[in-house]
T-cell receptor
Framework: NAGVTQTPKFRVLKTGQSMTLLCAQD?????MYWYRQDPGMGLRLIHY???????AKGEVPDGYNVSRLKKQNFLLGLESAAPSQTSVYFC????????????FGSGTRLTVV | AQSVSQHNHHVILSEAASLELGCNYS??????LFWYVQYPGQHLQLLLK??????LVKGIKGFEAEFIKSKFSFNLRKPSVQWSDTAEYFC????????????FGTGTRLLVSP
C-alpha cells in the first residue's frame, strides 16, 4: 500500500542545471498536484493535473514544467535551476473534487547552490 | 480570491495544556474545510475534515474542530496536548462545487514541552 511515492528524496543542484522530480501514485486517483513548501509561506501550488494528458498552472508555475503521460505518474521539471527554487517539494493526489482531501508524498528536499 | 489565514505562527505549550489554533477563510460560499498535520521530517497527513452537517468535527488523535459559518472560522482544538503533538498544523479550504484546488494557510508551528 504505497500511496504516493516521490523520488528522489534529496538533491543538490548547481545553478543552471536541470532535473526531474517523479511522483507516482497507486490509488487510481485522477487528480495530481505539485506544491512547494517554504518557511512561513505554507504550501503553494505549482502545477496540477485533472487527468492523464492534462496539466494546468497553479499559483507559482514560473520556472517549472510538468507532464502527465500516464495516469499514475506526474513529473515536475526544472529546466534551469535557480537558488530561489531551493525548497521542499510535495506531490499529492486526490479522487476528484476536494471533499476527499489529498494524499501527500513524503517530499523532496531540493537545494540549488 | 480565496485565502486562508492562520494568525498563530508559533505556539509553545506545556504537556496537558489545552490547544486552540485559529483558522479563518475569506470565501463566502459553501466550503470544505480541512486540517492537516506535518510531524518533523514527514509529509502532511489529514487530521480532520468538514463538508456539511454537525459543525463540530472530531478527528484523529483527540483533535476536533468547530466550523462557525458566521465567523468564517474553523478552529482546531485539543483539550490536553502531548509532547508527540509537536508538529506544524495547516488549515486548508476549498469550494464545495466542482473541482476547486485546496488552498492552504501558512501553517502554525506547535512546540509542546514535556
Amino acid at each position: 500500500n504505497a500511496g504516493v511515492t516521490q523520488t528522489p528524496k534529496f538533491r543538490v543542484l548547481k545553478t543552471g542545471q536541470s532535473m526531474t522530480l517523479l511522483c507516482a501514485q497507486d490509488m487510481n486517483h485522477e487528480y495530481m498536484y505539485w506544491y512547494r513548501q517554504d518557511p512561513g509561506m505554507g504550501l503553494r501550488l505549482i502545477h496540477y493535473s485533472v487527468g492523464e494528458g492534462t496539466t494546468a498552472k497553479g499559483e507559482v508555475p514560473d520556472g517549472y514544467n510538468v507532464s502527465r503521460l500516464k495516469k499514475q505518474n506526474f513529473l515536475l521539471g526544472l529546466e534551469s535551476a535557480a537558488p530561489s527554487q531551493t525548497s521542499v517539494y510535495f506531490c499529492a493526489s486526490s479522487y476528484g473534487a476536494d471533499r476527499y482531501g489529498y494524499t501527500f508524498g513524503s517530499g523532496t528536499r531540493l537545494t540549488v547552490v | 480570491a480565496q485565502s486562508v489565514s492562520q494568525h498563530n505562527h508559533h505556539v509553545i505549550l506545556s504537556e496537558a495544556a489545552s490547544l486552540e489554533l485559529g483558522c479563518n477563510y475569506s470565501y463566502g460560499g459553501t466550503v470544505n474545510l480541512f486540517w492537516y498535520v506535518q510531524y518533523p521530517g514527514q509529509h502532511l497527513q489529514l487530521l480532520l475534515k468538514y463538508f456539511s452537517g454537525d459543525p463540530l468535527v472530531k478527528g484523529i488523535k483527540g483533535f476536533e474542530a468547530e466550523f462557525i459559518k458566521s465567523k468564517f472560522s474553523f478552529n482546531l482544538r485539543k483539550p490536553s496536548v502531548q509532547w508527540s503533538d509537536t508538529a506544524e498544523y495547516f488549515c486548508a479550504v476549498t469550494r464545495n462545487t466542482g473541482f476547486q484546488k485546496l488552498v492552504f494557510g501558512t501553517g502554525t508551528r506547535l512546540l509542546v514541552s514535556p
